[in-house]
């Protein structure tokens, strides 16, 4: 089974360039931001905007967009201000990916602060609710990433994001994003053969393999259960090469597209463009 493996990229000068970019450094697929992800307004997308993006997408053969919400959005947040102003980012996120023709849109599932996890996992699930009534007919999903599990942050105990998806039932609008820095962060020792088998057996019981949609590939500078969430290059971080080649070889997981969220710039020794760096090392270990 061919693997399509992307990398996030920047898309300053516009959203199209996202995908041009991809292309240069050997990109398969591509996931980028729509609007600036640490703002809650953007400028809409102009008609100028989605013909680019389409017209590069078919000249570059570039498969499986996908977008990264907002860092801002907490649909767990017990704030009823913060909730609301959540619930219409998180519209509005899937509206500019469904004009740019986009497979989904990943998000961090929320934070519950200052009240619990069983509420904020509530606050969740009405809010899902809301923003998928509001987006009826639309094609893109809304992708849950599980988490790192820093402060109280959901999603780094897959079983919270079971109970959402089996809330929500609208099985073709929402699905899951693995990250598996977050996983090796939260408990999964994906250096080992025993951790890689856990993360893919409680994926099973609690959604199902089905339902995971885009897998973003990155190395974890902290260790096994830290909650910390660090992205390393791929293979030099503490899941390491083996950890990686069982992840590329699995069948499951092979299936699905993966996006690099791995550091960006060059590499100091050889000049090297370090998404150029961690594709090769990724389509090199798939291969071995």
């Known amino acids: 089974m061919a693997l399509i493996v992307g990398a996030h990229m920047s898309t300053q000068g516009g959203v199209w360039r996202g995908v041009e970019r991809a292309k240069e450094v050997g990109c398969d697929c591509v996931q980028v931001f729509t609007k600036n992800n640490n703002q ?3 400028k809409d997308l102009q008609s100028e905007d989605i013909s680019h993006f389409a017209q ?3 000249e570059t053969g570039i498969v499986r967009p996908i977008a ?5 959005i907490n649909m767990a947040a017990p704030s009823d201000d913060l909730w609301k102003k959540s619930i219409a980012a998180m519209i509005d996120e899937l509206h500019r990916a469904e004009q740019l023709q ?7 599932p929320g934070s519950f602060t ?7 996992v509530q606050r969740i699930i009405a809010a899902i609710k809301e923003v998928l009534a509001a987006t009826t007919g639309f094609k893109v999903k809304l992708l849950l990433e599980n988490t790192a599990g820093q402060g109280s942050n959901l999603g780094a105990d897959l079983s919270e994001l079971g109970t959402i998806l089996a809330a929500v039932k609208q099985t073709e609008r929402i699905g899951v994003c693995i990250d598996s820095c977050h996983a090796m962060a939260a408990g999964y020792d994906l250096a080992e053969a025993a951790g890689l088998k856990k993360l893919l ?27 910390v969430d660090r992205h390393e290059h791929i293979g030099q971080g503490t899941i390491g090469p083996e950890g990686f080649k069982r992840w590329l070889k699995n ?19 050889t000049g090297e463009d370090l998404d150029v760096m961690n594709l090769r090392v990724v389509r090199e270990l798939a291969k071995n």
């Not at 990264?68 to 801002?72: E, F, G, I, K, P």
């Not at 200052?114 to 904020?120: H, I, Q, V, Y």
């Not at 409680?202 to 190395?219: K, M, P, S, T, Y």
């Open 40 to 42: 809650w307004s953007a």
């Open 56 to 58: 590069q997408m078919k």
């Open 68 to 72: 990264h919400a907002s860092y801002l």
């Open 102 to 108: 986009l497979d989904g849109v990943v998000v961090h």
């Open 114 to 120: 200052t009240s619990s996890a069983e509420e904020g």
């Open 201 to 227: 057996a409680d994926i099973d019981d609690q959604f199902g393999i089905e339902r995971v949609a885009a897998l973003h590939l990155n190395d974890s500078k902290k260790g096994c259960g830290s909650r």
């Open 251 to 269: 069948k499951s997981l092979r299936a699905i597209p993966m996006y690099l969220e791995t550091p960006k710039g060059n590499d100091e020794e």
